[in-house]
Every structure is written in structure tokens, then in C-alpha cells.
């Protein structure tokens, strides 16, 4: 069941520079899944398209993201604070598949690390891989609460020495597992990590790297894809992907990403 | 509380109310039929439709702009057989048989004019109420938009469909022209039973950081409310050289925006772009169209059709 509502907002804080912590409640949150997403909307009568959000988790009737300003409509959202309300539609699309069984790698790049939460939260066994691109490591914290977590940070040099004593602290106190200078691949390999599956949410190089990778090591690899949206529930087919059969709803060799996805199995999709 | 008249009567087929959904915004209903309850409308126009299924264009499809938006979506479409096993089948199950049911009308799109024609002949067994039919979309390279723009193609391909057609015919027409009213006049004497407009305007957005254009088809069509003024003043301009029911839309957020085209001269009004921002505003149309009616009397919405001159 999906909902359109106004949501209050609950709490509203900076996890780094660009990167905002947002509670809201409603109906959305009790029947949310991790790897499915929100469409928000801003107030603003010019932007009317609305900002697919991934959800980073759920508590009851609370639903929370973590998102990165990425432009004006985002800039605005930032500015909204507790007690305002926000306009919202969910849940949407299918998330990670809850069946697989085992450890699992769940790896998250960037922007691509806040349903990463809600994920790691619904399953044991975790083996966590974080990619930063720089040494603002927001939701690195919660995320060690559920699983041995390794990052890659592609600029950490960008901090100086102090960023430096702080991994050197991160892995001390066991927070994380390993440090990467690079990106998620990288960390992978460096650490000669593996598993029966992989999820995978960040920007589309990683992603691709991710199926690549998986598919010589014989891991069973699941990717969430991004894409410019408009209805955000399927009708308007403008959030396609190219896939690898014909699909049976479009009739032709594409998939919706705000309906069959926006989680594929990374072998029938083209990235 | 008085009696109101809110249905409209296109081609001789009436329609409960005069709110309908612009072709491509709404799919065949299914995906908004569970966030809203599609009898409420007038209307449902489904997505455009060909023969054989269409790919569409590459992605990026969609880019926001200042009040509104541009597609390029490349009419991607499954073909007229599962259209009609899949999407007219989930409409007749989902419409309630009432006295005026809400009416089923088939966007129509091909490349060449033997597509058209044999798509609408497809149709003519199906529970199709209307065929709308596509010659002014902006983004496929073969067909649509090139029958839209030529008066001699356009009447050549109205007359063809027409006498393959078993329901009657609306053209919806481009707004890429010179002298829209003139299109208008041509579809008419060709044998159209209404025209609907208008259709996305050709645009463009370039993304100055990256040095590159927006959509992956370089242009697309605008919509939203940006243009509502463009299609108010076309739809006024068409009523005034046609007789036929002429169909308004083009940015229409609200039932005083679809007061605004009736008043312009518009039997009937299609709720596009706005689908995307607000699942349930042609239900919020209709409603407010009502609320309009009562505040300033008006017994029979087709009293205000054209009343400005």
C-alpha cells in the first residue's frame, strides 16, 4: 500500500557538510522495507518533480533519510524544521531481497549509504563496506552497531593529520574493521572480502565495478539504480534502465526503476 | 443543495464531468488506481500506443524546469496486443458500469500512416469509447509530430483514420506551428470529430557544469503549468475557427485552471503534468470545479464553455 501524505517532521539535523538527517512520521514507515524509497516534495511552486529519497530506516510511524543537497529543491528541504511538514509518497519500489540467507557484503558509496542502515538493521551477519569521498564518515557509527564495517575513503588527505589520528582512533576502538585509501572495490580486495551475495546502492561506476566484481567471483549481486523521476509510481516510464531480457510489463528490453526497482538482481540489468 | 450539470458531450459520447487525464501522465490508470479512485473522472487517456512495442528513448528522459518539466520519453509503449489484453482489460474491470461510466478514450501513435490505421482498426471491437490520436509528439524521430506540422499530411492521414475508425476521432494537435487554428480547421474538414490541445512545446536544457545537454534525446517537450498560458490562448484560438468540441490542456493544477480553458472556448480538459506532482488532482479538479459552479451558480457547466470572446 502506498501513501500521499504531509508528514510532520520530527527532527532535523547536519551529518556533514552537505548531508542532512531527516525524521518524519506518518503512514509511510510502518509498511516501508529496506532499499524502497520515498518521492518528497518541496513547497516550491517552480520545482514540481519530486527528490527520490532512499530510506535509511524506520522506528513505528517514524521514517527517517539521509540525503545530500544536490541542488535548490534538496537546499530547501534542509531548511524545513521540526514541527513543519512535508509532502511525501510511499513507500515505493521493492527493496533488497529479505530471503537471502548468510553473510552478505552490503556495500554503500557515497549518498548510496544511507539505506545501507535500514538493511544491515533487518538481517545478522553483515559485512559492511563503506565508501566515502572524503573523511566526513557520516552514519559510519550506527552502521558498526550491525556488522564489521570497512570503509574507503577516496580523499583523505583532505583532513590532514588530525583525519589521519582519527581513523588510526576509528580502527583502535574498533568502530571499523580496516581503512582503504580508494574507493569500495578497493577495500574489498585489499581485505579479501567475500560472501554468498552482495547489496549494492551508490553511484553508477561503483555499481558497475560491484556487478563486474561479483560476477567473476561468483557472488550473487544486488544493485539499487538511480534515475531522474516524475509520477514515482511506474506510469510515466520516464525512470527506465536498460535490461538484459525483455520485461514483461514494458514489452521491450527495459525495466522501470520506480516499479519492478529501484533493487535488481545486477546480472539482469544494464548498468 | 441544486442539481448541477457537470457532464460534457464529445463526438456524441458524454462524459460524467469534463475532467480528463492527458495522455502519457497516467499510464492506463493502473499504477494511480491505488492511490486514487479513477471513476471519478471524466475521462481516462491512456498512453499512446503502437502496433508493434517501443523502446523509447534513452535516459535521461525527464528534466525539472521552472514551473514544469520536459520529457523525452519516446512514446516507449508495449504494442496494441497487450495493450488491449492488459490495459483495456484492467479498465473495463476497474470502471463501474453506471449510467455514464467513465469513458475509456486510446491515445493512438505510429510512424507511417499505415501504422495508424491499423492500430485503430485493432481497436474497433474494444471497449474504446475515443481514440485520441498522437500526430504531435515532439520526440520520436518518424511519425507523430511530422503529420502535425504539414496541413497537407494532416489532412491526409485525419481523412485515412477516420474512415478506418469505428469510434469517433479527436487529433491532438502540436503547438510547434505557425497558426494552430489553421490545423485545427484542416483536422475538421478532414472528418475529425475533435481536436485536443495542446501538446508539449519543444524545449531544451543544458546542464552548464557538465557542458551537456539535459535529456539524452537533446530535446523534449514542456509542460506544467509554464505553459498554461500558450495553451489558454490556443485553445481560444482554435474554438473560434472550429465547430467541433475542442479538448483544452496544457499546465492545468487546479479546477479554476480547467474553468480558465472552458471559458477559452474548451468542451472537455486534460490534468497532465500535475499527475506527477499530486497522484490525486484530477479528483482535487473536479471537486473544485464543483465548488466554483456553486459559488457563482452556474446550473450546467457547458453555460461557461467560450463565454469569453
Known amino acids: 500500500m502506498k501513501y500521499s501524505e504531509s508528514a510532520r517532521i520530527i527532527k532535523q539535523e547536519r551529518l556533514a557538510s552537505d548531508v542532512f538527517s531527516l525524521w518524519i512520521e506518518g503512514r509511510i514507515a510502518e509498511e516501508a522495507r529496506p532499499g524502497q524509497f520515498i518521492a518528497v516534495y518541496t513547497k516550491d511552486p517552480s520545482r514540481l518533480l519530486p527528490r ?78 563503506l565508501g566515502y569521498r572524503d573523511p566526513e564518515l557520516f552514519l559510519l557509527r550506527e552502521l558498526s552497531e550491525y556488522g564489521r564495517v570497512h570503509i574507503a575513503v577516496e580523499r583523505p588527505q583532505e583532513c590532514g593529520r588530525e583525519g589521519s589520528e582519527y581513523i588510526e582512533g576509528l580502527l583502535k576502538e574498533g568502530i571499523i574493521e580496516s581503512f582503504t585509501k580508494g574507493n569500495v572495490l578497493d577495500a574489498i580486495r585489499e581485505n579479501g572480502l567475500s560472501a554468498g551475495s552482495a547489496f549494492a546502492c551508490g553511484p553508477a561506476p561503483m555499481l558497475r565495478a560491484v556487478k563486474e566484481y561479483c560476477g567473476v567471483n561468483g557472488i550473487e549481486a544486488w544493485v539499487s539504480l538511480e534515475e531522474r523521476m516524475a509520477c514515482g509510481i511506474g506510469a510515466c516510464l520516464a525512470c527506465v534502465c536498460g535490461s538484459r531480457d525483455i520485461d514483461p510489463h514494458s514489452g521491450v528490453r527495459n525495466k522501470r526503476i520506480c516499479a519492478e526497482g529501484p533493487v535488481f538482481k545486477a546480472e539482469e540489468v544494464i548498468i | 443543495m441544486k442539481e448541477r450539470k457537470l457532464s460534457v458531450d464529445i463526438a456524441g459520447v458524454t462524459l460524467k464531468n469534463p475532467v480528463m487525464t492527458a495522455s502519457g501522465t497516467f499510464g492506463s490508470g493502473m499504477e494511480y488506481s491505488e492511490l486514487m479512485d479513477i471513476n471519478k473522472l471524466g475521462a481516462v487517456v491512456t498512453k499512446g500506443v503502437s502496433l508493434l512495442p517501443w523502446e523509447g528513448n534513452g535516459t535521461p528522459r525527464v528534466a525539472e524546469t521552472s514551473s514544469g518539466m520536459l520529457n523525452a520519453i519516446g512514446l516507449q509503449n508495449p504494442g496494441i496486443d497487450t ?25 493512438v501513435c505510429g510512424k507511417t500512416e499505415e501504422e495508424y490505421v491499423e492500430v485503430v482498426r485493432r481497436l474497433a471491437d474494444t471497449d474504446a469509447d475515443l481514440l485520441e490520436i498522437n500526430v504531435s509528439c515532439p520526440n520520436v524521430k518518424e511519425g507523430a509530430i511530422a503529420f502535425g506540422q504539414d496541413p497537407g499530411a494532416l489532412s491526409r492521414i485525419t481523412e485515412k483514420i477516420k474512415r478506418a475508425a469505428r469510434q469517433p476521432i479527436i487529433m491532438k494537435l502540436s503547438p510547434n506551428v505557425t497558426n494552430i487554428a489553421l490545423m485545427a ?124 470572446r
Open chain 1, 52 to 129: 527520490p529519497i532512499s530510506i535509511c530506516e524506520t522506528e513505528g510511524r517514524r521514517l527517517r533519510i539521509v540525503y545530500r543537497i544536490a541542488g535548490e529543491g534538496t537546499r530547501q528541504l534542509s531548511g524545513l524544521r521540526e514541527g513543519d511538514t512535508v509532502e511525501v509518497t510511499g513507500p515505493l519500489g521493492n527493496g533488497f531481497p529479505a530471503e537471502v540467507k548468510g553473510p552478505v557484503l552490503l556495500i554503500g558509496g557515497g549518498i548510496g549509504i544511507p539505506p545501507m542502515l535500514f538493511t544491515a538493521k533487518s538481517r545478522n551477519d553483515n559485512i559492511i563496506v
Open chain 2, 83 to 107: 495493450f488491449i489484453e492488459r490495459d483495456l482489460e484492467f479498465l473495463y474491470k476497474t470502471i463501474d458500469k453506471t449510467d455514464i461510466p467513465t469513458r475509456i478514450i486510446v491515445n
Open chain 2, 185 to 308: 480547421r484542416v483536422c475538421e474538414e478532414a472528418g475529425a470529430d475533435a481536436v485536443s490541445l495542446i501538446n508539449t512545446i519543444t524545449g531544451m536544457k543544458i546542464d552548464i557544469e557538465k557542458r551537456r545537454f539535459v535529456l539524452s534525446n537533446k530535446t523534449g517537450g514542456l509542460s506544467g503549468p509554464a505553459i498554461k498560458p500558450v495553451a489558454v490562448r490556443m485553445v481560444y484560438e482554435c474554438a473560434g475557427a472550429v465547430r467541433i468540441p475542442v479538448i483544452g490542456m496544457g499546465g492545468i493544477a487546479s479546477g479554476e485552471d480547467a474553468i480558465e480553458f472552458m471559458m477559452a472556448g474548451a468542451r472537455a480538459v486534460a490534468v497532465g503534468m500535475m499527475n506527477f506532482r499530486d497522484h490525486l488532482i484530477t479528483e482535487k479538479t473536479v471537486v473544485s470545479m464543483i465548488q466554483y459552479m456553486e459559488r457563482h451558480d452556474i446550473r450546467d457547466i457547458n453555460e461557461i464553455t467560450g463565454c469569453v
